[in-house]
Structures are given as structure tokens and as C-alpha cells.
């Protein structure tokens, strides 16, 4: 068993620790929930139970699709042991339909099924508001290598596929996501989390949405839609 050791981090919906093992880290998820930049701030009940479950069923699964992650293993209710990796600050976006920022950057109308899908980066910093960048601005200011980016995009592409296939028969839509990745050795993990919290999943026959939409748009029932994605994903996995 390891040690919990110093609090190395803490954002707006977990915490990591350091462990006695240099090459492990400690996850705590919390239940708060922030949007809009944490200009919104609430607590979603049990969010940090079921983002813990939920990121590690997916990883799981993805990890036993050649998708190298950070996830070793889940170690209490909300609680998992990672690699220690070092967060590579993009944020890597995959859309299949139009949602969220594209619809209104672009003048889409949300739900418009997008003719192929898209890759976006974000600068992940707080005090920019993580704005949008590209490879030239990703190489600019050596946030990742070339060859890191070309990594990063190829996980991305495989994961949508992956993760879009997984979740159909669970009549989820895989709307858009994001992912972050870590280095680890100077190998590139996916790391962070996989949720409703950095994922929209719609009802495949209502359209309903299931994740952080109902705690952003103020449209209630936000805990049941993240308890029924959890109930879907397990049942996928047996
Ligand atoms: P967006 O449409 O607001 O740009 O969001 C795209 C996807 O990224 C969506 O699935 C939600 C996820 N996301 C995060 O995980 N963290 C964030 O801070 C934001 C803005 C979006």
C-alpha cells in the first residue's frame, strides 16, 4: 500500500499527492464542479464517485486498446493511483457534432452532425482563459515537441473511435471531449480524466444530454444524468 505523501496540486475537481513512490501519484476527485472559468462554482453530489468509476472503466478499456494512460489502478470510492506523469498544458479537443464553443464560434446550429470530425488545442492556462492555439503556437512556446503533438493527435483520433464505438450500444452519443496527456518518462500517456465532466454524451434516441451541460446551462436533474451514464458505462462493462 502506498503512502499518501504532500498535496502536489489541487484544481478545480481533484487534487493529486505525491506518494512514496516517485513514479505514482494519488488522485483525489472532488464533487465540486466550476464552469465558465470558475465564474460558476456548485457541487454536484457524488460527482467525484462517479468520475473516479467512470475514468477508470475507460481508461481500462482504452488501455487494453494499445492506448498507453497514466491509470494503474482505482484505490478507493474516489480515489485512483496514476502515473506520475508531467501534464503536457494542451488540451486536446475532439468533436463529432456540433456543441458548446464550435456552435458558437462558428455559427452552427448545436447538434449539426459535423462532415468530419475536429481536432482543436488549448493552451491550458487559467490566467488566458485557455485560448485556442495550433501547432505553430504549440511549437512556439515548446509546450510539446512535434513529435509529441503528432502523438497526441493520433491517441486523440484512435480514442474517439474507440470510445464512440464502446459507448453506442449504450445508446451514448460521443458528442465532443477532452483529453490531456503526460509525459512520463519522456513517453507520452493520456492522462487526467474521462467523463461527463470533459466529455458531452447525448441519449442516442431523445438527445438528452448526460453530462456537465445540465450543471452549466442550469437544467437540472445533473446528478441523475451522471449516476445514468455510470449505470450505462458498468453495464458495458459487466
Ligand atoms: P467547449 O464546447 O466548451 O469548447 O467544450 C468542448 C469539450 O471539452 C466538451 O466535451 C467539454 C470539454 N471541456 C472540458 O473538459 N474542460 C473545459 O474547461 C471546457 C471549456 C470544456
Known amino acids: 500500500m502506498l503512502i499518501k505523501g504532500e498535496l502536489l496540486y489541487e484544481g478545480k475537481a481533484?487534487?493529486?499527492?505525491?506518494?512514496?513512490?516517485?513514479?505514482?501519484?494519488?488522485?483525489?476527485?472532488?464533487?465540486?464542479?466550476?464552469?465558465?472559468?470558475?465564474?460558476?462554482?456548485?457541487t454536484i453530489a457524488r460527482k467525484g464517485e462517479?468520475?473516479?468509476?467512470?475514468?477508470?472503466?475507460?481508461?481500462?478499456?482504452?488501455?487494453?486498446?494499445?492506448?498507453?494512460?497514466?491509470?494503474?489502478?482505482?484505490?478507493?470510492?474516489?480515489e485512483m493511483l496514476v502515473k506520475a506523469v508531467k501534464i503536457i498544458p494542451v488540451e486536446v479537443v475532439a468533436r463529432n457534432i456540433a456543441a458548446g464553443s464550435l456552435a458558437k464560434r462558428l455559427g452552427l446550429e448545436e447538434g449539426t452532425v459535423l462532415k468530419r470530425p475536429v481536432l482543436e488545442f488549448y493552451y491550458k492556462s487559467d490566467e488566458l482563459h485557455d485560448p485556442m492555439i495550433n501547432n505553430y503556437h504549440i511549437a512556439a512556446l515548446e509546450l510539446a515537441t512535434a513529435t509529441q503533438i503528432k502523438e497526441m493527435e493520433s491517441y486523440a483520433w484512435k480514442v474517439?473511435?474507440?470510445?464512440?464505438?464502446?459507448?453506442?450500444?449504450?445508446n451514448l452519443v460521443l458528442v465532443d471531449f477532452k483529453l490531456e496527456f503526460g509525459?512520463?518518462?519522456?513517453?507520452?500517456?493520456?492522462?487526467?480524466?474521462?467523463?461527463?465532466?470533459?466529455?458531452r454524451f447525448w441519449d442516442s434516441s431523445s438527445g438528452e444530454k448526460l453530462d456537465k451541460d445540465r450543471f452549466r446551462r442550469d437544467l437540472g436533474g445533473v446528478e441523475d444524468a451522471y449516476e445514468e451514464v455510470l449505470r450505462r458505462v458498468e453495464s458495458l462493462c459487466g
Do not use: W
Not at 487534487?15 to 494519488?26: A, G, I, M, Q
Not at 468520475?51 to 486498446?65: C, D, E, H, I, P
Open 50 to 78: 462517479i468520475n473516479t468509476r467512470l475514468s477508470a472503466l475507460l481508461f481500462t478499456m482504452l488501455a487494453g486498446q494499445d492506448i498507453p494512460t497514466h491509470f494503474i489502478e482505482q484505490t478507493g470510492p474516489r
Open 160 to 170: 474517439n473511435e474507440l470510445l464512440t464505438g464502446f459507448l453506442q450500444p449504450a
Open 183 to 199: 509525459l512520463y518518462h519522456d513517453r507520452v500517456l493520456l492522462a487526467d480524466e474521462i467523463s461527463p465532466d470533459t466529455c
Open 14 to 42: 481533484k487534487k493529486v499527492y505525491r506518494t512514496d513512490d516517485p513514479d505514482c501519484y494519488l488522485v483525489e476527485f472532488k464533487d465540486d464542479a466550476t464552469a465558465f472559468d470558475g465564474l460558476k462554482k456548485g
